[in-house]
């Protein structure tokens, strides 16, 4: 009974503590940018009342899935500094309860926080993103670079679409390169320059396309048209086709399994650069749900101080975790991208510091 009562008692308090430093980091966040920025344009006239309700009640799942794992960390930490500072820990100590038995209850709620996390930023983080993009008219065109090599890894062609706008592939520029095994060197051979290209599912073809020949000293030979030229087919037609599709989405506006294909078929055709990238933030996905758990259990060692101790420590501590967190992700990001790095180191390296810090503390406090 006793133990029933103390796992109770413990979830309630970091529930509502957790619960409460979730909500209020939500409202700082949202505050100086999105909702100022919003009730603006709002008053401007850009913006209905309703648009801008919808926009609001879009942009929580981005904010929730940042907040998840700082509301576990700052609500243990609050949670147990109270519990020391109460002596209540002591008495549950020297009643001849561990301290892993004591947060018990605390493991329970962040792996319910674990699961949840992962659930907002792989399916309703998605869902909103696509939904603002429709709502704020964000016809966003990205440039897509499709380079098509020789079995040899050396380049055939590349395939330049500055233009692209659902299934319209405008203004399309294909260089042309000598073969390796034939010229022995990588130069351009043809450029050409097309206003459209017809898409059929399994192939690109271009209809009076200028072409301009060069030689292999870099010299404009001849200038030429070409009619219904196919440029790609077969899978590399389907695969590019795909790959551009998946190119104007950033990866918080893709679900799991658009992702996963998305790496496959970036593997597949070679694109070594935005593999390395997407594997990371894929894997990411997974380390950042984990990361509840664990600050989880971090919150708990920070806020766990014997007498006398400084209560202000594990609360900067805690801020510092977090600042490091978030503001090196986009430097691990890049070293995945630039291969400094793999995907499988750069996206593990916080929560395998995380769980460094948490052997060190334990040690420390002796818990």
């Known amino acids: 009974m ?10 309630s308090q970091v529930f509502w503590a957790c619960f409460a430093c979730i909500f209020i980091f939500m409202i700082i966040w ?32 981005k904010v929730l899935n940042i907040a998840l794992p700082v509301g576990m960390l700052l609500g243990t930490i609050i949670t147990f500094d109270k ?36 659930f907002v930023g792989s399916k309703l983080l998605p869902i909103s993103a696509c939904k603002l993009k429709i709502i704020k008219g964000d016809s966003r065109v990205s440039q897509f670079v499709f380079p098509v090599k020789n079995p040899d890894n050396s380049m055939n062609k590349i395939i330049i679409v500055p233009n692209f706008d659902d299934n319209n592939i405008r203004d399309v520029i294909v260089l042309n390169f000598y073969n390796k095994s034939e010229k022995g060197s990588s130069l351009l051979s043809s450029i050409l320059i097309s206003d459209f290209v017809k898409y059929n599912y399994s192939t690109w073809t271009i209809n009076s396309a200028k072409k301009y020949l060069i030689s292999e000293k870099g010299i404009f030979e001849q200038i030429g048209q070409e009619n219904n030229l196919v440029i790609l087919k077969n899978d590399s037609a389907q695969n590019a086709y795909k790959l551009m599709k998946y190119s104007i ?55 766990f101080s014997k007498p006398r101790e400084q209560k202000f420590i594990g609360m900067l501590i805690a801020v510092g975790v977090i600042f490091l967190y978030y503001i090196t992700m986009p430097f691990f990001d890049l070293l995945a991208e630039k291969a400094v790095l793999s995907p499988f180191v750069t996206s593990m390296i916080a929560p395998v510091g995380v769980i460094i810090v948490i052997a060190v503390l334990k040690r420390i406090k002796d818990v």
């Open 2 to 11: 006793k133990i029933k009562l103390l796992d109770k008692y413990i979830f």
């Open 83 to 118: 519990l020391s500072k109460d002596s209540e820990i002591t008495v549950m100590r020297g009643s001849g309860f561990k301290f892993t038995r004591i947060i018990a209850s605390v493991i329970i709620i962040s792996i319910f926080a674990c699961f949840f996390t992962f």
């Open 30 to 61: 949202i505050m100086p940018e999105i909702f100022l920025k919003t009730v603006q344009r709002t008053i401007s006239g850009d913006y209905t009342i309703v648009m801008a309700s919808k926009i609001l009640l879009y942009e929580l799942p």
């Open 249 to 303: 989405n950033r990866d918080r506006e893709l679900t799991n399994s658009q992702i996963s294909e998305y790496i496959k078929l970036l593997k597949r055709e070679r694109m070594d650069d935005e593999y390395r990238f997407m594997l990371n933030k894929y894997i990411q996905r997974y380390a950042h749900s984990f990361m509840c758990i664990l600050f989880a259990v971090l919150g708990c060692l920070l806020g």
